[in-house]
């Protein structure tokens, strides 16, 4: 048992960040553990989750972030679903993500909130963790359409430091507008195979996204610019091959007291690739995708 532990455990990093320049001006010391896509179900071991916990637990955090994509293909997996959230020792903030909506995004919510996680879809909320305010900007999966910025950020107080969820990395941009100086995410799955910068013509070249894996943007910038991290996340939606270090499942915790330069990182921040923009006929495309699932499953229940 100890033997298999250890062989999953080497499939996991854990990666530590400061926060940026505006949070450690106003926070000391605060430790946000993120998560993000740990598509419970039978592509990815359910051990595989607990472990993600495990080892997120191990790092006593004040606060865990999951960035969507919580389920892969079906509802069939809420309960373990909900035994990963439950197992998590601190409060947990989450936004959801496109197989989440594919899957049925009602079940995902009830689940998450029976594990005890607060679930925000175009929401902020503001946190006392240890005596200091935080206020978590969650806004609802792009990739389906589900999001509204004007209502994630409606309300914020610009004295109160805050931190952005996004399951779409590229939706950070319009949040660094708003005052949002760090915007955690995920979808990308960091590519999964990092070797030959695979990764970075599938889901750079051909996907179209500016965000692969990794910190991108500015941590001493004005107002109008940020950071995004995308995180390599736990599961896989079809494959469950993870090639590379960079590919491998993982834990990211930031440390938003910590000047950006005061420690260690393992990882540079990147520049931005080209990216491309949904077409129209793609955004289409997408919405029609979670209204025939969603049909699909009402023809099943009834």
């Known amino acids: 048992m100890n033997e298999e532990r250890s062989r999953l455990r080497a499939q996991f990093r854990i990666r530590r960040f400061a926060g940026t320049a505006t949070h450690a001006e106003a926070l000391d010391g605060l430790r946000v553990v993120h998560l993000t896509d740990l598509h419970v179900g039978r592509v990815t071991p359910h051990r595989a989750q607990l472990m993600a916990t495990r080892l997120c637990n191990e790092e006593r955090p004040d606060l865990v972030v999951i960035t969507g994509d919580f389920v892969c293909h079906s509802q069939a997996h809420l309960d373990e679903l909900r ?21 049925g995004a009602k079940g995902v919510v009830r689940a998450l909130k029976q594990g005890g996680a607060e679930v925000l879809q175009n929401q902020n909320t503001t946190l006392r963790l240890r005596g200091q305010r935080l206020q978590i900007v969650g806004l609802d999966d792009a990739y389906t359409g589900h999001h509204d910025r004007a209502a994630a950020v409606k309300g914020l107080n610009p004295k109160i430091p ?45 996907a179209g996204h500016r965000y692969i894996h ?10 109008v610019e940020g950071a995004v991290y995308v995180g390599a996340g736990i599961g896989a939606a079809v494959i469950p091959l993870r090639v590379g270090e960079l590919g ?5 915790v930031f440390e938003l007291g910590a000047e950006p330069g005061s420690m260690h990182e393992p990882l540079p921040i990147q520049k931005p690739h080209p990216g491309r923009r949904p077409s129209l006929r793609t955004k289409r495309r997408r919405e029609r995708a979670v209204a025939k699932k969603k049909a699909r499953r009402e023809r099943r229940a009834g």
């Not at 990794?214 to 107002?223: D, I, Q, S, V």
């Open 214 to 223: 990794g910190l991108y943007g500015k941590r001493r910038a004005a107002p």
């Open 162 to 206: 805050s931190l952005g969820l996004s399951h779409i990395a590229e939706e950070a941009d319009a949040l660094w507008q708003h005052g949002v100086p760090l915007v955690l995410s995920g979808h990308t799955h960091a590519g999964q195979i990092t070797v030959a910068r695979l990764h970075e013509l599938s889901v750079g070249r051909l």
């Open 83 to 103: 035994q990963v959230i439950a197992s998590i020792d601190a409060p947990v903030v989450t936004v959801l993500g496109n197989h989440d909506y594919w899957s």
């Open 248 to 252: 491998k499942r993982e834990v990211t």
